[in-house]
């Protein structure tokens, strides 16, 4: 379809949508209506077959008092019989006879408000007996009805209740139940007929067969009859109303007239006569109970009135079923938040909460996958698009829907059209944002369902041109054959409870997060006066304590030169151990510093050659090597590496010195540096040698401050470098671990988050 086509259409969509169905000027001709105003009940409109139900032939009824003209009428609205009619809708006051020129007749009267006017419309009683139109004939099969509503196992079996005890109740041809969905689409969800009508069961009707102003119509008129589809409307006189300029209010009359193309729709449909019941919900439009018949048809007010009460019945009933349903599926999630709470509160950080109990994350929203994203991370549960497209989503839901509590669409490739290449996997997208401050998304996925969807007939109604090249209209249906269209790119929908569930588990984890965020407040505030204390600390040691070891180091050095010759050999080793004592002390003291400054100092990351990079260390650390040790080197490719160098550079160091110090007393000492993929995994650097190796019952104290498996005296070093390593690789959001056999050799392993994942 074109363009042009495609405007068009939606312009004679939404001039269907924009029909004043009413406010018509116009009423079915098996009855009349009075228009009154004012405490005298003045007549200021009335339908053009008013006066000749008056007495006597061209009797004036305009402008005259209901009294003077219909005097049987003048007692229903006094406010004694008033006081008992609804506020809304139009109510019955009572079978009147009146005179007409074909004699006396009997009518059955009704009123309701229409602005400031009081409106009578007055329907000719029925004189067809139809099936069960008796009080006496309903009183059992409203019975047995309610005792089936309360029976009925499902709401599949409710519908199919109500169809056949209404289309008995009117003897119809045939009588359907009509869900709406929330796109305004209706679907034939029950049905009983007498065969003479075609099934329309389980077939869909496109919302523009009932557009959205007739929909709201029915909402507020709960029951429409159209007894002749071929009659002849009656107009209302005068057109407008006097005192407002206006046209006259139908919208809660018994006999309006039905817009033109509602009618030529019921001709298309071979059905001469229709009556609906509205079924709400909660005040809310859910259906309709749409009966038809192949020829004209009266329906008995008792009859339609035992109807409307089959219909509240039923709505009551069905109302309190998915209410049911729906606490029963509240229960079954709460218990999984619940359970997703406690598992919140029990860890250090809360995600780790949602990150580990994946089936239930799942289980919250009964979706196939979710996936948690923050700036810096994104972690993938169960059944997702690939972390790439998932950072996409992303990236869309932060631009487009920033601030929004919760999203929601059963569609997602219609509102971000790249999502249309995963749709397999999320059709489906429910997101809540779990930070007021940055960007931060719990994401729920469902996958798409391809259906094939049973129409009555081509939804796609064109627009058909004027003959007269007037502007083109959109016809009414003429074909009701099915016509089946397969959807694609679709998930099952979210339900209201599933929505609302997200809704709670996102309110629970900002009080978490704000619990957490007071507590790390009231931690900050300790740690800055802490910090104070330690800069303190660490300007003592530089100044206070560096200085007392280079006193003694520069005074035992004096003492040696110029004291020497008079010292005893036992004398010179005490101040050979003073000077080498004070040195280590000095050393110590600047590592100690340089791991302090390692939390504070800023990462400045950038992506470089980890071949390069240990190969240049290698070489510094060789110059330290005496020139008769054997080592043999076996360096595998590295690939490249997102860090900062300078602290790289020092993890490498310190891996490599200590592996050349340990393995000195092999005849050939073996170190090895090498790399590990794993696929989903960040890349894994480990160097290996062969030397005197550790017991693993000690492996916990490996990387601490000052922890030692070897004596000094054994091996130099201060117990700070494996430290140094840890901070580092943990502030780049890496993990380090060590595996080793005494006399066996030892490996160090490192990882370090790919670039993607450093975000």
Sequence with gaps: MSETARAR??????????????????IQPHGFLLALEGPEHRIVQASANAAAMARGRSVPVLGRPLGEVFPALADLLAPAARA???????????????????????????????????????????GEDSAG???????????????????????????ALVARDIRHVTGFDR???????????????????????????????????????????????????????????????????????????????????????????????????????????????WGLISCHNGAPRRVPLQARNACDFLTRIFALQLAAKERGARSDLRLRLGAVQSRLLAFMAQEERFLDGLLKHPDDVLAVTRSAGAAVVTKEQCWLLGA????????????????????????????????????????????????????????????????????????????????????SGGPSRLHPRKSFEIWRETLKGRSTPWSPVEVDAAKEL?????????????????????????????????????HDLRAPFRHIVGYSELLRAR????????????????????????????????????????????????????????????????????IRWEIGALGRAYADPVMLRLVIENLLSNAIKYTRARDEAVIEVGRRDEPGQPPTFFV????????????????????????????????????????????????????????QGATFYFTLPSREEAK
């Design 563 to 630: 004291e020497g010759d008079r010292l005893s050999d036992k004398g010179r080793h005490y101040v050979d151990t003073i000077i080498e004592a004070a040195f280590s002390a000095g050393t110590l003291v600047d590592n100690l510093l340089s791991f302090s400054q390692m939390g504070r100092n800023s990462l400045n990351r950038i992506t470089g050659d980890m071949n390069a990079l240990v190969e240049e260390v290698r070489r510094k650390a060789l110059r330290e090597v005496p020139p008769d040790r054997a």
């Design 384 to 467: 997702t698009p690939s972390r790439s497209e998932v950072r996409r989503v992303y990236g869309w839901l932060a631009a487009q829907h920033d601030g929004e509590e919760v999203f929601a669409t059963d569609a997602l490739g219609e509102v971000f059209p790249p999502a249309a290449a995963f749709a397999d996997r999320a059709s489906g997208l429910l997101a809540i944002g779990i930070s007021k401050k940055y960007a931060s998304y719990v994401l729920w996925f469902r996958p798409e369902v391809v259906q094939t969807v049973r129409w009555g007939g081509n939804p796609n109604k064109p627009a058909t041109p004027d003959p």
């Design 688 to 743: 290996r040698d062969n030397g005197v190796g550790f017991d693993m019952a000690y492996v916990g104290k490996l990387f601490g401050v000052f922890q030692r498996l070897h004596r000094v005296e054994e091996f130099e070093g201060t117990g700070i470098g494996l430290a140094n390593v840890r901070r580092i690789v943990e502030r780049h959001g890496g993990q380090t671990w060590a595996e080793g056999e005494t006399g």
């Design 506 to 542: 996102r309110g629970a984890v900002l009080g978490i997060v704000l619990r957490r965020a007071e507590e790390l407040a009231a931690l900050t505030e300790e740690l800055q006066r802490s910090n104070k204390e330690l800069e303190a600390f660490s300007y003592s040691v530089s």
């Design 9 to 26: 259409q939606s312009a004679d969509l939404s001039a269907c949508d924009r029909e004043p169905i009413h406010i018509l000027g116009s």
């Design 133 to 159: 139109a008796s009080l006496d004939a309903l009183y059992p099969r409203l019975s047995a009805f309610v005792e089936g509503l309360h029976a009925a196992p499902s709401v599949a079996e409710l519908c």
């Design 175 to 285: 009588a359907l139940v009509y869900r709406f969905d929330r796109d305004g689409h209706g679907t034939v969800v029950a049905e009983d007929g007498n065969g003479v009508l075609p099934s329309y069961l389980d077939l869909r009707f496109p919302a523009s067969d009932i557009p959205a102003q007739a929909r709201e119509l029915y909402r507020r008129n709960r029951l429409r009859i159209i007894p002749d589809a071929g009659y002849a409307p009656v107009p209302i006189e005068p057109a407008l109303t006097p005192s407002s300029g206006r046209p006259l209010d139908l919208s809660q009359s018994i006999l309006r007239s039905v817009s033109p193309v509602h009618v030529e729709y019921m001709r298309n449909m071979e059905t001469m006569a229709s009556m609906s019941v509205s079924i709400l919900v909660d005040g809310a439009l």
């Design 84 to 126: 008992e009619a609804p506020r809304d809708g139009a109510a019955y006051l009572r079978t009147v006879s009146l005179p007409t020129d074909e004699g006396v007749r009997a009518f059955d009267v009704a009123a309701h408000g229409s602005g400031d006017l009081t409106l009578l419309e007055l329907e000719e009683a029925s």
